[in-house]
């Protein structure tokens, strides 16, 4: 699996934008570019996913570097629920075959520390 | 729509026991994917069921099985229980469709599992 590269941990002030940066120098053509965040005593939660466009959805938005070597989530306005462990994760497209369909490879995330 | 839940919420066993433990899909998810988070650690794929079929596993030993029923709910159980099984266990569902996974996992809160 193709890995990826996150600092251990960030700290923001609330209501301020945050960059989470991720480097997956490794990465495939077929390879898409998740994040999940992992709130505390929580089960990870989706955030957003991309293959080569920046994406925007109701939660962040997703920068995804030209030549796809590196990615960086932002969260617009922080928030103290926004307080959690951040990862980002490379998967097989879904038409790319394999016997994995639903895995997951985490690594050891970012910790996002959010200041009132 | 109801959510991913796990049961039972944490569990006690002792070294060389078996245990048992239960997720319960999100509506409309045919896909569940069990995963092994350590303290500290990034979760770690354990395997995924699909069509009551192990379809994928990661890097555990035997002694891990999982079963899906028609209903698409699922079992992990763990046999001979060692020290180092000693973490948070998350079943994660999705929905798959004509041989193409959707990508989004949604996670349940996880069985805080203790071998003493």
């Known amino acids: 699996d193709a890995k990826t590269t996150q600092p251990n941990s960030m700290e923001s002030n609330e209501e301020e934008p945050v960059h989470l940066p991720c480097n997956h120098s490794?990465?495939?053509?077929?390879?898409?570019i998740h994040w999940y965040r992992q709130l505390p005593s929580q089960g990870p939660e989706y955030v957003i996913h991309?293959?080569?466009s920046n994406v925007n959805n109701r939660m962040a938005s997703l920068a995804i570097a030209e030549d796809r070597k590196s990615s960086t989530l932002i969260l617009h306005r922080a928030t103290l629920r926004d307080a959690a462990v951040y990862y980002c994760?490379?998967?097989?497209?879904?038409?790319?075959?394999?016997?994995?369909?639903?895995?997951?490879?985490f690594g050891q995330g970012t910790i996002l520390t959010v200041h009132p | 729509e109801t959510g991913v839940t796990q049961s039972p919420t944490h569990l006690i066993k002792t070294r060389g026991q078996q245990v048992t433990l239960r997720c319960s899909s999100q509506?409309?998810?045919?896909?569940v994917s069990w995963y092994q988070q350590a303290l500290g650690q990034g979760p770690q794929f354990i395997f995924q069921?699909?069509?009551?079929?192990?379809?994928g596993r990661g890097n555990f030993p035997p002694r891990f099985s999982g079963l899906q029923f028609p209903n698409y709910s699922s079992e992990l159980n763990v046999n001979a229980l060692e020290l180092d099984d000693s973490a948070l266990y998350l079943c994660?569902?999705?929905?798959?469709?004509?041989?193409?996974?959707?990508?989004?996992?949604?996670f349940g809160p996880g069985t805080r599992l203790t071998v003493l």
């Open positions: 490794t990465i495939s053509g077929t390879d898409y």
């Open positions: 994660a569902s999705s929905r798959r469709q004509g041989g193409a996974s959707y990508n989004e996992q949604f």
């Open positions: 509506s409309g998810h045919n896909t």
């Open positions: 994760i490379l998967r097989d497209a879904p038409w790319a075959g394999g016997t994995s369909y639903g895995k997951l490879t």
């Open positions: 069921y699909y069509r009551e079929e192990e379809n």
């Open positions: 991309g293959l080569t």
